[in-house]
C-alpha cells in the first residue's frame, strides 16, 4: 500500500539543524511531488511548500526561504528537510505529504490542480535549550 | 499572502448536521480539499475537487462551491467525526498552496 514514513522525533538546542526524511513506499516515488507542512503546537497547518521529485526543483511559500532546505534521494525513494540555525518557534510537527495531480480538459486547454492525497506521521522536531 | 477563513468552531449534537465554510478570493478559480485531523494523528483527506469524496470516506461527508465560499457539510454527525477541519487550495495562479484557519467540529 501507498505509505509515508517519516523518521523519528529530534530534539535540538538553537542554532543546531536538523534533517527530516520521509521514505516512500507502494508507488513511483518519481511520478509524484512532495510537500511539506508544518504544524506548530495548538496551531493550525501550514504549507511549506513542495519539491519536484524528478527534477529536484524545489518552491517554497513565504516565511519558508533560506533556513529551510527539500531534498531528494531518489535511489532510496527519500526525500528531506532540513532546517538549518533553528529557533524555538520551530519547534513543530513536520508533515509529508504527497502530491496528487488533477487534470482537468476544459475549451481553453488542459488545467493542473494539486492536492495532497497521502500523508506521513509527522514528526516532531523540539528546539529547547 | 493569500488566505482562507473558516470559522473557529462548529458544535453539533449527533444525528445533525455540521457545516464548516471556507471563504477565499479565489475560490472561484481554484478547487477546495478538506482535510480531517484528529488529536495526534496526520491529517486525512475527506473531500477533494470542492465536492468529490475519496473512497473509504463515508457517504455523510459532502461539499459545496458557490462563488468565494466552499461548504464541507457532515450529516448525521458521529462522535467520531469530532476533529479539526482544513479548508486547502491555492492562490489564483496555482502556484502556492494554502491552508484554511481551521474549525474545530465539537459533537455534544
Known amino acids: 500500500q501507498v505509505q509515508l514514513v517519516q523518521s523519528g522525533s529530534e530534539l535540538k538546542k538553537p542554532g543546531a539543524s536538523v534533517k527530516v526524511s520521509c521514505k516512500a513506499s507502494g508507488y513511483t516515488f518519481t511520478s509524484y511531488a512532495m510537500n511539506w507542512v508544518r504544524q506548530a503546537p495548538g496551531q493550525g497547518l501550514e504549507w511549506m511548500g513542495w519539491i519536484n521529485t524528478n527534477t529536484g526543483n524545489p518552491t517554497y511559500a513565504q516565511g519558508f526561504t533560506g533556513r529551510f532546505v527539500f531534498s531528494l534521494d531518489t535511489s532510496v525513494s527519500t526525500a528531506y528537510l532540513q532546517i538549518s540555525s533553528l529557533k524555538a518557534e520551530d519547534t513543530a510537527v513536520y508533515y509529508c505529504?504527497?502530491?496528487?495531480?488533477?487534470?482537468?480538459?476544459?475549451?481553453?486547454?488542459?488545467?493542473?490542480?494539486?492536492?495532497?492525497?497521502?500523508w506521513g506521521k509527522g514528526t516532531t522536531v523540539t528546539v529547547s535549550s | 499572502s493569500y488566505e482562507l477563513t473558516q470559522p473557529p468552531s462548529v458544535s453539533v449534537s449527533p444525528g445533525q448536521t455540521a457545516r464548516i465554510t471556507c471563504s477565499g478570493d479565489?475560490?472561484?478559480?481554484?478547487?477546495a480539499y478538506w482535510y480531517q485531523q484528529k488529536p495526534g494523528q496526520a491529517p486525512v483527506l475527506v473531500i477533494y475537487?470542492?465536492?468529490e469524496r475519496p473512497s473509504g470516506i463515508p457517504e455523510r461527508f459532502s461539499g459545496s462551491s458557490s462563488g468565494t465560499t466552499v461548504t464541507l457539510t457532515i450529516s448525521g454527525v458521529q462522535a467520531e467525526d469530532e476533529a479539526d477541519y482544513y479548508c486547502q487550495s491555492a492562490d489564483s495562479s496555482g502556484t502556492y498552496k494554502v491552508f484554511g484557519t481551521g474549525t474545530k467540529v465539537t459533537v455534544l
Open positions: 475537487k470542492d465536492s
Open positions: 479565489a475560490l472561484p478559480k481554484q478547487y
Open positions: 505529504a504527497r502530491d496528487f495531480e488533477l487534470r482537468m480538459r476544459a475549451a481553453a486547454g488542459i488545467y493542473y490542480y494539486y492536492y495532497m492525497d497521502v
